[in-house]
């Protein structure tokens, strides 16, 4: 490996085969990357005694039995048992986890929020709000969706999560995650996956930062399965970016938190827990840039189902049936002939909670503005509002380019529960439900056959 760069007090692997500008092309590949020449054994897992006077460890991410095991390797300073020492609880009270249903919260009903405004003070871990609960945490099904607003970086503080991996979707501002696997920055249009168990600490490049995070439960994220569209489109595999390695040697009162079972626990050392010197394996955080996504869709007749635009899912036990899919509506062109193009009208099994990133969304043009949350539960009627279904019933249906626009879904198929901060604190927009109100009656028995 070539020689070592220092960023945010991490000593970073400073280029290499196959990087680019610190990061690894792949999905789920198996990685290997070293911050100091010859710190990563070869031919081994475990040898008697690693370079540098490392520690090796594995970390895991799933059964060790499960088809395609999801684990690393990892070559630290100290090994993970020094990371931890007594916990004692705490509270982030804005943080929610399943199953979380308040009595006086009605869920039912179709939901959209104005932007929540960043507050001064606010770390990622203060900084969390949670607006949905799905499913189960202590089960690992289901889901929690939340809007994270952050003014300030965390300092000799640092977090992990044992109840899922979080994906990560910014709309304001930009955020380093300083990982135990390396160093990943992320800007509006991208996105980051901080897989399970991974302890990382958060810093702020460009301030406030607010954005959305699907906290997952269940399996992990994956490609989804492209059935006849094939091998090529949607996310491209070498378009996601994994970190090279990255460690800090410091010795500094340090806290390290943990979520476990919805519930916070603190825990005091004397150093920073980022001091995996070299790794190799599959289970990694990484990143995507949404502005590579493909959109595919009808080149002839009728809108296809949203699904076709997935760009991750979550399996569940289901076949077919997602525990949890992100999808991404897109700057694309519209062609269909003779054809509705917004999204029609429709009820259906999943839940979908929507944010916008930037632009207007094209089946809701007034009300849905960036950093506006949307939720849609599940078996509840929803569709274009007035203007936009007069708009797509009487336009020239020449070819048309949805431009200036990106929004994405967590849909999922258990019912999200509203917490209290979405129904009391979040600045609901209570006359949503009004955007059908005038949709007219349009039915003429005696009008006949076009």
């Given amino acids: 490996m070539n020689q070592t760069t220092l960023i945010s007090g991490l000593h970073r692997?400073?280029?290499?085969?196959?990087?680019?500008?610190?990061?690894?092309?792949?999905?789920?590949?198996?990685?290997?990357?070293?911050?100091?020449?010859?710190?990563?054994?070869?031919?081994?897992n475990s040898p008697q005694k690693v370079n540098y006077g490392?520690?090796?460890?594995?970390?895991?991410?799933?059964?060790?039995?499960?088809?395609?095991?999801e684990r690393t390797w990892c070559y630290r300073i100290r090994p993970s048992v020094k990371h931890?020492?007594?916990?004692?609880?705490i509270d982030l009270p804005y943080w929610k986890s399943a199953p979380h249903v308040v009595d006086d919260v009605i869920s039912l009903g179709q939901y959209r929020w104005d932007p929540v405004d960043p507050q001064e003070g606010l770390t990622w871990l203060t900084g969390m709000r949670t607006m949905t609960t799905a499913g189960d945490v202590n089960t690992h099904v289901g889901m929690a969706s939340h809007v994270y607003l952050v003014t300030e970086?965390?300092?000799?503080?640092?977090?992990?999560?044992?109840?899922?991996?979080?994906?990560?979707?910014?709309?304001?501002?930009?955020?380093?995650?300083?990982?135990?696997?390396?160093?990943?920055?992320?800007?509006?249009?991208?996105?980051?996956?901080?897989?399970?168990g991974?302890?990382?600490?958060?810093?702020?490049?460009?301030?406030?930062?607010?954005?959305?995070v699907c906290e997952n439960y269940g399996q992990k994220f994956n490609l989804p399965d492209r059935g006849p569209i094939g091998a090529n489109c949607l996310a491209n595999p070498r378009d996601f970016k994994t970190p090279v390695a990255a460690f800090e040697d410091r010795d500094a009162p340090s806290e390290v938190i943990v979520k476990w079972c919805g519930?916070?626990?603190?825990?005091?050392?004397?150093?920073?827990?980022?001091?995996?010197?070299?790794?190799?394996?599959?289970?990694?955080?990484?990143?995507?840039?949404?502005?590579?996504?493909?959109?595919?869709?009808?080149?002839?007749?009728?809108?296809?189902?949203p699904s076709i635009f997935t760009v991750l899912t979550a399996p569940s036990g289901v076949p077919g049936t997602a525990n949890i899919d992100f999808v991404l509506f897109r700057e694309r062109w519209l062609v269909a002939e003779d054809t509705f193009r917004p999204p029609w009208y429709h009820k259906n099994i999943m839940s979908e909670m929507m944010g916008n990133i930037y632009g207007q969304y094209d089946a809701k043009p007034q009300g849905f503005v960036p950093g506006?949350?949307?939720?849609?539960?599940?078996?509840?009627?929803?569709?274009?509002?007035?203007?936009?279904?007069?708009?797509?019933?009487?336009?020239?249906?020449?070819?048309?380019?949805?431009?200036?626009?990106?929004?994405?879904?967590?849909?999922?198929?258990?019912?999200?529960?509203?917490?209290?901060?979405?129904?009391?604190?979040?600045?609901?927009?209570?006359?949503?439900?009004?955007?059908?109100?005038?949709?007219?009656?349009k039915f003429d028995g005696t009008a006949g056959v076009k």
């Avoid at 931890?84 to 609880?89: D, L, N, V, Y």
């Avoid at 709309?171 to 995650?177: P, T």
């Fill in 198 to 212: 991974l302890v990382y600490r958060v810093e702020v490049l460009e301030g406030p930062c607010r954005g959305f």
């Fill in 372 to 441: 506006g949350i949307s939720l849609h539960n599940m078996m509840l009627p929803h569709g274009p509002d007035r203007e936009a279904f007069e708009k797509a019933t009487s336009s020239n249906l020449g070819p048309d380019k949805l431009e200036h626009t990106m929004s994405f879904m967590f849909e999922t198929r258990f019912p999200q529960h509203l917490t209290e901060f979405a129904a009391k604190e979040a600045p609901l927009q209570d006359d949503y439900i009004d955007c059908w109100a005038d949709l007219e009656k």
């Fill in 13 to 44: 692997a400073a280029g290499g085969t196959g990087t680019h500008e610190g990061y690894m092309p792949g999905w789920a590949n198996d990685f290997e990357t070293e911050a100091l020449p010859g710190a990563l054994p070869q031919g081994l």
């Fill in 54 to 69: 490392l520690y090796a460890e594995q970390l895991s991410g799933s059964a060790f039995t499960q088809p395609g095991p």
């Fill in 153 to 196: 970086s965390m300092v000799d503080s640092y977090f992990y999560s044992a109840d899922s991996e979080l994906l990560v979707v910014p709309q304001q501002g930009k955020l380093r995650f300083a990982t135990e696997l390396g160093v990943i920055d992320i800007e509006p249009q991208e996105i980051a996956i901080i897989p399970r």
């Fill in 84 to 89: 931890t020492h007594r916990f004692q609880k």
């Fill in 263 to 305: 519930q916070f626990h603190q825990t005091k050392i004397g150093h920073s827990p980022l001091d995996i010197v070299a790794w190799h394996g599959n289970y990694a955080p990484c990143k995507y840039d949404l502005k590579t996504y493909c959109p595919v869709g009808a080149i002839l007749f009728d809108h296809p189902d």
